[in-house]
């Protein structure tokens, strides 16, 4: 059975879709993906020989290998042309390794309708480079499975207008204030005033000053909660 996770992730891949999920490891969710109908046909990018290994095992053992091809490359190099991908999903990874995956190959990109992402930490990473790339945020989960909080973040082309605070704390999960949202940030403001309380005022800098103002603003904003 996948994780609740995964299949948060897999809940936003439209039916039909063809899909390239990189950093597949198991390749459990392409193969949940192809079994349930919802992808046409996908691609299993992995870097790692191993976590390859187990792509193709799985792949094999499902009985998919006519759906699913597994490719080990770097990122969005294991997307070619011929394969008509519509839409990609990456999970488990931090936000700036996402971004540094979508950066480095973006003409793997040029027919993709679609990107479903789910960092682990540091979503704020996918929304800047989203602003900065032509991607709206179509939609946006917070779920917590086994005491760990993810995030999933649908993007689609187009333009979207956000402010520093939407930008950090994602404008949906934001407005819905959900308690698993609450928790997660009143969590970070307490690590914040911490470390903002061990720091003498000798050695403020402009850098700290800076959290600090952003973080009065995020206590307010959890608080209205
Ligand atoms: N996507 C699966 C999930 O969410 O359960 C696996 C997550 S696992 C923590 C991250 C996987 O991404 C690892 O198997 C790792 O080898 C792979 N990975 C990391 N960087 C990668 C890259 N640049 N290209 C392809 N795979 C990568």
New binding site residues.
Partial sequence: KLSKR?ETVASFVPTGAVVA?????HA??PCYLVHKGIAARAVA????KG?YDSAVRQVRTEGLTEKITVRLA??LAAVEEADGITAITI???GGP?IVS?LEKHPQALKNVTRLIL?PNIHAKAIREWALEHGWALQDEVILQEDGKVYEVLVLQRGSMDLNEAQTLLGPKLMNTKSAVFVEKWSREVANWQRVQQAISNAEQTEENKAKFDELTHLIALVQGA
Avoid: F, R
């Fill in positions: 995964l999920d990189i950093g597949s490891d459990y969710l990018g992995e870097v790692v976590p770097d990122g999970a488990g990874m390794l995956i789910q």
